[in-house]
Nanobody, 126 residues
Framework: QVQVVESGGGSVQSGGSLRLSCVVSGFTYTSYYMAWFRQAPGKQREGVASIDSEGTTKYADSVKGRFAISQDNAKKTLYLQMNNLKPDDTAVYYC????????????????????WGQGTQVTVSS
């Protein structure tokens, strides 16, 4: 059974940094995609950053240059380093994973990922 557990959320002031972590257990695929999504109050969930098993990354335009996605394969852990945070980054952040046979390319599309965590809150104050 696949379990996805996020951690590292919290409250910071504008311009600050946070690092989110996501441990994925029971996920035995060697070819996969993993991603971070977020959902702000009253808005739809949106893709933030994704990475494949070879290290290729993809970012939403709104976070390019500020956020960095990375993974530790040995620890089966996904990270999201968030720098220069803005109040618009306030949201619940979700970790997602999927075997790569689901779709042929790395995306930031919610329906392309089939394993999800419960989310961690990130609040950025001005």
């Amino acid at each position: 059974q696949v379990q996805v557990v996020e951690s590292g959320g919290g409250s910071v002031q504008s311009g600050g940094s946070l690092r989110l972590s996501c441990v994925v257990s029971g996920f035995t695929y060697t070819s996969y995609y993993m991603a971070w999504f977020r959902q702000a109050p009253g808005k739809q969930r949106e893709g933030v950053a994704s990475i494949d098993s070879e290290g290729t990354t993809k970012y939403a335009d709104s976070v390019k240059g500020r956020f960095a996605i990375s993974q530790d394969n040995a620890k089966k852990t996904l990270y999201l380093q968030m720098n220069n945070l803005k109040p618009d980054d306030t949201a619940v952040y979700y970790c997602a994973a999927s075997p790569s046979y689901i779709v042929p390319i790395l995306t930031l599309i919610e329906s392309d990922f089939n394993y999800w965590g419960q989310g961690t809150q990130v609040t950025v104050s001005s």
